[in-house]
């Protein structure tokens, strides 16, 4: 649908604050019963939005603390909008989609980061990281950072459209829309789940993505690497639990590398939620394995077709500019 080059990092019914000394009203509990499918196994059909204001690391305003009070939940939303308004000039969340230039190319028509921090438990979260308990990615190992140092570096690469990053090259969707694990991102952040007894698929908005969960199987020999990595899905009661491995290096979430092992749980909690908790290990990239947890929430949809590459012409303007500014260097 909408198009943003480069990789984009990761950038949800209000309950009353009750008065000091006072006990909380609580809500009178819904009836709900878990809606099951005709194996029944819990139906996560549908379609589903993790739209949030909620960081994936804690910010330093929240230090030490995983949750707010209502009040503060509601001084940071409205901060937070109003700040990363992308129709303002001075905008920090243009400069930093557009870097240096700050060029708008795109408004808040176009965004869709949701208007409140995720709720889980009925509390709002400061993070999408539960642990470690600093809501912060645990530090990189040395050879993950020269790992990172490096791949850096080739983004400075024009000379083969295979030098650009995959989410460039509308190979995968930008930020780890499709993941594992699946991070909210800028916009497009839908995700329609079809679920037979035998396969689970996950059609993501952003790019083209979609994840085919096969359930009961068996993973393919290490040397077979995939962009999203291969998932295979059991049922733990009534929690979807989908193990990925055998990704490629070049997939490379928040520096990893084929190695990555990553563990998703789906829990249908009401009828407009799935609380999505992930374990995110790779012992050659992380000093620590790391979980993070928030809801999908159900939408209206629909999930809108994204056409990366359709009447783009960023990709032959990155290369041509580039040898532009070859010829430049060469005839002085």
């Not at 509390?123 to 050879?143: A, F, N, Y």
């Not at 928030?294 to 949809?301: C, I, K, L, N, S």
Request: with cysteine; aromatic share 8%.
């Amino acid at each position: 649908m909408y198009r943003l080059l480069g990789s984009i990092g990761v950038l949800m019914a209000m309950l009353a604050t009750p008065l000091a000394g006072q006990a909380p009203t609580r809500a009178k509990p819904r009836s709900w019963t878990v809606p099951r499918t005709p194996d029944g196994h819990p139906d996560l059909q549908g379609t589903w939005t993790n739209s949030t204001l909620t960081p994936m690391e804690r910010p330093d305003t929240f230090a030490g603390k995983a949750t707010v009070t209502e009040a503060e939940a509601h001084a940071y939303e409205k901060e937070d909008l109003e700040t990363n308004d992308i129709d303002r000039e001075d905008s920090p969340l243009l400069a930093r989609i557009n870097g240096a230039n700050a060029v708008g190319g795109y408004n808040n028509l176009f965004i869709d980061r949701g208007s409140e921090l995720a709720r889980v438990d009925g509390v709002k979260r400061t993070s999408l990281i539960v642990d470690p308990p600093d809501g912060k990615v645990p530090p990189l190992t040395p050879e993950a950072r020269k790992r990172m140092a490096a791949m850096m570096r080739s983004y400075d690469h024009y000379d083969s459209v295979k030098d650009r990053p995959l989410s460039e090259r509308c190979i995968i969707g930008f930020g780890s829309t499709s993941g594992p694990p699946m991070i909210p991102a800028l916009y497009n952040s839908t995700y329609q789940i079809v679920q037979t007894p035998e396969v689970v698929m996950i059609l993501v908005e952003m790019v083209h993505d979609a994840r085919i969960i096969r359930m009961n199987g068996t993973h393919p020999p290490s040397n077979v690497h995939q962009w999203l990595g291969d998932s295979i899905g059991h049922w733990e009661g009534d929690t979807l639990v989908v193990d990925t491995t055998n990704f490629t290096g070049q997939t490379a979430f928040r520096g990893s590398g084929e190695n990555l092992h990553v563990i998703e749980r789906f829990t249908r909690t009401d009828a407009d939620t799935i609380l999505y908790r992930v374990t995110i290990d790779d012992p050659t990239t992380f000093t620590k394995k790391w979980m993070m947890e928030y809801p999908f929430v159900a939408t209206a949809g629909p999930v809108f077709e994204y056409a990366c590459h359709e009447g783009n012409y960023a990709m032959p303007d990155i290369l041509g500019g580039a040898r532009k500014s070859d010829g430049a260097a060469a005839s002085k």
